[in-house]
């Protein structure tokens, strides 16, 4: 049974910084690329950032990019996301999401998280 499992989420100030994990089960985390997702109300659900399974090169949405930043531990079999300097337009629920393609697409992502909500106060 595949399990991933968000957390790390809360409300904080613009300009504090909040780390994020995804727990996951299930499949063989080490042959899969993880990313983060998130969406806004109102919205549609967006990118934000992503990290190979074959090289664990990671790329970033323009918006937060030298701010956040994605990793992987394959031995606890967890994805991060560690988030700096948050801006109020940071404020989404937050989802891991798994595929097993090297540099997939947004659609190729085959297992999600239920995701956790990121509320940043201005």
């Known amino acids: 049974q595949v399990q991933l499992v968000a957390s790390g989420g809360g409300t904080v100030q613009a300009g504090d910084s909040l780390g994020l994990s995804c727990a996951t089960s299930?499949?063989?985390?080490?042959?899969?690329?993880m990313a983060w997702f998130r969406q806004a109300p109102g919205k549609e659900r967006e990118f934000v950032a992503r990290?190979?399974?074959?090289?664990?090169?990671?790329s970033y949405a323009d918006s937060v990019k030298g701010r956040f930043t994605i990793s992987k531990d394959n031995a606890k079999n967890t994805v991060y996301l560690r988030m700096n300097r948050l801006k109020s337009e940071d404020s989404a629920v937050y989802y891991c999401?798994?595929?097993?393609?090297?540099?997939?697409?947004?659609?190729?992502?085959?297992?999600w998280g239920q995701g956790t909500q990121v509320t940043v106060s201005s």
């Open positions: 999401a798994a595929s097993p393609k090297q540099t997939p697409t947004d659609a190729e992502y085959t297992y």
């Open positions: 299930g499949f063989t985390f080490s042959r899969y690329s």
């Open positions: 990290i190979s399974w074959f090289d664990s090169h990671s």
